[in-house]
């Protein structure tokens, strides 16, 4: 059995393992504006947005929290591209 982590391009040159992710979400719910403060005050955190607003959460294992320009359904069809593409077998 191989262990292979898939990543999905999240913009900007930047790209997360699937394997990592737990949710992703918007940024504009309480909840979510709570998780992103609580994982920069643990330091916690990764901003992928180069700069640009954040459209997405990434929730991911470890109470690590991500930041993306992307915007949570296009990360799903990239996320569902990569799982139906041939060579992902």
Known sequence: MT???ELVHV?????LALNRVIAVA????????RAVQRAKQQ???IDLTSG???KSVVILEDEWVGLI?????TFSSR???IRTSPDSA
């Open 69 to 73: 320009a992307i915007t949570p359904e």
């Open 11 to 15: 913009g900007f040159d930047n790209s």
């Open 3 to 5: 262990d292979r982590t």
């Open 43 to 45: 330091e916690r955190i």
């Open 26 to 33: 918007a940024p504009t719910s309480a909840p979510m504006k």
């Open 52 to 54: 640009r607003r954040t």
């Open 79 to 81: 996320v569902a591209s």
